[in-house]
């Protein structure tokens, strides 16, 4: 199945010797170079010191131990001097690692940060066209278990890889240093390590794919039931919900059991591996100290130095292993960076004045990729100061028109122009500084209620307060624990939903804007919130071109001109009284309550 971000889960995920992809990870670690540059260092420090502590037993053995020339004295003492550097060593070894680990941590934490910042700003610069169609839950996917994969290679395999290989190099110069033939012999068992090692690799790759393919669905679902619990228990949909859930769950696990199974198989067969090389050694290497080939020092050392080579031999397979989920993170990852936005800023961007607000529509036509015209040729003109309502039933391309206006998505034909300038020739930020938008879905931050107020634009508190003061809000907020400081709660669950929509409004009329947008913004809020904020409303439309989407007949019959649409095109327009008179689309809305009166 391929997933909305390009990426085919069905296909085996990318090779470790996949060049590109390599290339995009190294430049990831632009800035550390000195530091990585240390890190190999000290992994050069701590092979050294590894491989002198066998040699170090050989010594003792072969000068001490079994010099039976020497008295016990001089033995005694001999041993004691080699114990001491034995110790020094180790500790060496142990404050070498601690420093290279927590190096490499740094390093690790600090490229994995960049890397999070990057996509996070990234994604929320999208496209909404594109957003809109990406399940949540796998863009949590990518920003997390994404990158915690690809943090794990540059902490535990970026430099220990190193470390690894040039230790079983070392390993290997240092037994045929000591003895040839049993050098020779123990090689026997490194192709077959390697054999193993592959063949356990590749199997590892299926499943890590199929892993991560599992775990996106599993936060997607996670994402989904969350969103929606309200639904599950309006509809009892919880037993159906917890089936899926189980479902997802259990394939998951199931996944993950036989990534499991397969690590189960490949440790023990390194042990045995690694058993039966050092059964061999013990007799072949018996049989030359019997013969005087060999001295007992150097058969302790050899088995000292063959543990260290099966250890890293050991580590290499799981590495490689990491390194297979990281790559495929990594491809995800930078497949969404390399999405690129259609909707951007013009190279010489124009400005707008500072009032105005006409707005004109030139045969705009728009549909979304289900190629269904959304829009059909449609054509208006809002003058400045101007307050229009839009009407029309489900589907009529409502919405979809201030979407177009605020750029977040391109029409297919026509022009979209403010005070006779082609949106498309303004910076976004620009256009949607001029234009405030007040949504039916308020989004609410886990702040104060200032901050949610202010967001971004440069208001004051004593701004705030003037704004609350002049729309006649100040008695709401005057009701709230701590007023404006008031922590309002992730999702806004401290206010009730007519309270949302005066913080929404609040937030529009920050920017001071010359357009202001008002989509299904007294829907769903009670009476007297709606008499507070219409009110407020009232006061906002002067000097201000207004556009209000609305189904309150209350909302609507204050605006200067009325447009209904039907299908994507403008069928009729006028004041409320002329659309009666006119008795077409609009009076039958009426007639059919689709426009609602205000309650009592």
């Not at 123990?186 to 199929?210: G, N």
């Not at 590495?319 to 936005?341: C, H």
């Not at 709606?530 to 407020?536: D, G, P, Q, R, V």
Request: net charge negative; hydrophobic share 45%.
């Amino acid at each position: 199945m391929r997933d909305n971000f390009g990426y085919d889960e069905g296909t085996p995920i990318q090779t470790i010797g996949d060049f590109h992809l390599w290339q995009r990870i190294i430049t990831c670690c632009r800035g550390y170079g000195y530091h990585i540059a240390a890190a190999i260092f000290l992994s050069l420090l701590i092979t050294g010191a590894t491989l002198a502590l066998p040699y170090l037993i050989k010594n003792g053995i072969d000068l001490y131990i079994t010099a039976t020339e020497l008295s016990a004295e001089q033995r005694l003492s001999g041993l004691g001097r080699i114990g001491i550097i034995f110790c020094l060593l180790s500790f060496v070894v142990f404050f070498i690692t601690f420093i290279q680990l927590v190096m490499l941590e740094w390093i690790g934490q600090s490229i994995m940060h960049q890397i999070r910042h990057n996509l996070f700003m990234h994604i929320i610069g999208l496209d909404l066209s594109f957003l809109d169609k990406q399940p949540t839950g796998r863009i949590v996917t990518r920003l997390t278990n994404d990158i915690q994969n690809m943090h794990e290679m540059f902490t535990s395999v970026m430099v220990t890889l190193f470390n690894d290989i040039l230790r079983l190099a070392g390993i290997l110069v240092v037994l045929f240093m000591i003895n040839t033939r049993l050098a020779l012999v123990m090689t026997i068992f490194t192709p077959l390590s390697l054999l193993i090692t592959v063949i356990f690799s590749r199997l590892a790759r299926e499943r890590f794919r199929a892993i991560r393919s599992q775990l996106s669905k599993l936060n997607t679902f996670i994402q989904e039931s969350v969103s929606g619990i309200a639904i599950i228990q309006l509809f009892n949909r919880q037993r159906e919900t917890a089936v899926r859930f189980s479902a997802l769950s259990n394939e998951y696990l199931k996944r993950t059991l036989s990534q499991i199974r397969l690590f189960g198989i490949f440790m023990p067969m390194t042990e045995l591996l690694s058993g039966c090389a050092i059964a061999l050694i013990l007799w072949y290497g018996g049989r030359e100290i019997i013969g005087y080939r060999l001295t007992l020092g150097e058969l302790a050392a050899f088995l000292g130095y063959m543990r260290l080579f099966f250890q890293p031999l050991r580590e290499l397979s799981q590495k490689y292993s990491i390194v297979q989920a990281a790559l495929a993170s990594a491809e995800r990852i930078f497949t969404m960076l390399d999405i690129d936005r259609t909707i951007k800023d013009p190279e010489d961007a124009q400005s707008l004045a500072d009032r105005g607000g006409r707005i004109d529509f030139n045969d705009v036509c728009f549909s979304y990729e289900d190629n269904k015209q959304i829009i059909n040729t449609l054509n208006l003109t809002i003058l400045p100061g101007e307050t229009i309502a839009v009407v029309g039933t489900t589907g009529s391309g409502k919405t979809t028109l201030i979407s177009l206006l605020l750029r977040f998505y391109e029409p297919q034909q026509g022009r979209i122009s403010i005070d006779h300038t082609d949106i498309k020739q303004l910076s976004l930020n620009d256009l949607r500084q001029k234009v405030g938008v007040v949504l039916q879905d308020v989004f609410i931050l886990d702040d104060s209620l200032l901050a949610n107020i202010v967001l971004n634009s440069a208001r004051t508190r004593a701004d705030v307060e003037q704004i609350l003061q002049t729309t006649g809000l100040t008695d709401v907020v005057k009701k709230l624990p701590d007023g404006l400081d008031t922590r309002i709660g992730e999702g806004g669950h401290e206010l009730s939903t007519g309270e949302k929509q005066l913080l929404s409004f609040c937030r529009a009329l920050c920017r001071d804007p010359a357009i202001l947008v008002l989509d299904e913004a007294t829907a769903s809020i009670d009476p007297v919130t709606e008499s507070i904020l219409e009110k407020a409303v009232a006061d906002s439309f002067k000097n201000r071109t207004s556009i209000v989407i609305a189904h309150r007949l209350s909302t609507i019959r204050r605006a200067d001109r009325i447009i209904v649409m039907n299908q994507g095109q403008i069928v009729e327009q006028g004041s409320h009284n002329e659309l009666l008179h006119q008795d077409g689309l609009y009076a039958e809305m009426i007639r059919n309550d689709l426009l609602s009166q205000p309650e009592e």
